[in-house]
């Protein structure tokens, strides 16, 4: 018997602590299994709630925007500064009022909302097939998979939302007698132009938001993973998501600005009087009569007024309400 006791004794304990450390390995496997994910439908309201906000704050600007890249006839808006943006703005307030200044505003909820959302949540799908298919689930992804997920969701948030970015430039160009309403421009311009007008400007769209959304997104999460690494902390304090967005959203704008100018002539092109049918023509043309800093790049300085403060606000927006909704299902609260 003591034989056996002696046999038996060493074995024990390795038996017990393979026994342990299987048991831990299962906890932590269950507890990351438990950890609560957000749901498709959850990306989804962040990323509208997260563009509403942004677009609402910069309106005025984006709305003296589209007027600048827009209309070429007018002395006064041919050459574009911050001081004549901001002589507009006034001009518009003391004609029209207040309220004049967030025109076609319904039409960019309309389709900023739907487009802010699907691309959100299209971006945090895309990062978890990209992450599977390389092999970084639940980890920042590389440069390339990093780039090419903000890039497929820019393009499938303008593929399925880009009938509403027509009528809103076709509202914020014209004056209110001639739209009444989001519908009235829908109707009117498939009676008047047809269907394929309010797909006009399609394709420089998609090649500009090829980079835009690719570089706008790969920014942002790689000053995100710097800052984890730098500062040990996993999530930045909303000044700095601020900071990071702005920054993303300077450089993918500025990168795919050309693009933008031409989207927005070729989708106005049916009230201001031009002939804007396709991408080169329309380069051909702007660069002709208005030369390539003055025509392609008409606005710009504005874009970099408004466009890091909508992308800073965006990506900030949605980062919290993501957060705030992950700590509700956490609490046992859901609201999908």
Not at 193 to 213: C, H, K
Request: with cysteine.
């Amino acid at each position: 018997m003591s034989a056996c006791i002696a046999i038996k004794s060493p074995t024990e304990p390795v038996h017990l602590r393979n026994s342990s450390g299987a048991r831990l390995a299962h906890v932590c496997r269950s507890k990351q299994e438990l950890r609560p994910k957000l749901s498709a439908v959850d990306s989804l309201l962040c990323g509208a709630f997260a563009g509403a906000v942004a677009k609402t704050v910069i309106a005025p600007l984006d709305r003296t925007k589209i007027i600048f890249q827009g209309v070429k006839n007018s002395i006064t808006f041919c050459l574009f500064s911050v001081q004549e943006a901001f002589r507009l703005i006034y001009c518009t307030y003391l004609k029209d009022g207040l309220l004049s200044l967030w025109r076609g505003n319904s039409a960019t909820m309309v389709r900023v909302m739907p487009y802010a959302a699907i691309q959100f949540c299209a971006h945090e799908q895309y990062k978890k097939l990209l992450g599977g298919r390389y092999g970084f689930q639940e980890k920042a992804l590389p440069p390339f998979p990093r780039l090419l997920a903000g890039s497929l969701a820019g393009i499938t948030a303008t593929m399925l939302t880009y009938p509403l970015d027509m009528v809103r430039a076709r509202m914020a160009v014209t004056a209110k007698e001639m739209y009444s309403n989001i519908m009235h421009v829908f109707v009117r311009i498939s009676q008047e132009e047809g269907v394929r007008t309010l797909y006009r400007g399609f394709t420089p769209t998609i090649l500009g938001v090829i980079p835009y959304a690719g570089i706008t997104f790969f920014t942002y999460e790689t000053l995100k993973k710097l800052h984890a690494e730098r500062t040990k902390r996993s999530q930045p304090y909303p000044h700095e998501r601020l900071a990071f967005g702005a920054c993303a959203g300077l450089i993918g704008q500025s990168a795919s600005y050309p693009l933008d100018v031409v989207r927005r002539r070729m989708q106005t092109a049916g009230v201001t009087g031009s002939s804007y049918c396709t991408i080169l023509g329309t380069i051909r043309e702007v660069v002709t009569k208005e030369g390539v800093v003055r025509g392609l790049y008409k606005g710009l300085s504005m874009n970099w007024l408004k466009g890091p403060v909508a992308v800073g606000i965006s990506f900030t927006a949605f980062d919290i309400t993501h957060n705030l909704l992950l700590k509700l299902h956490q609490m046992g609260y859901s609201v999908s």
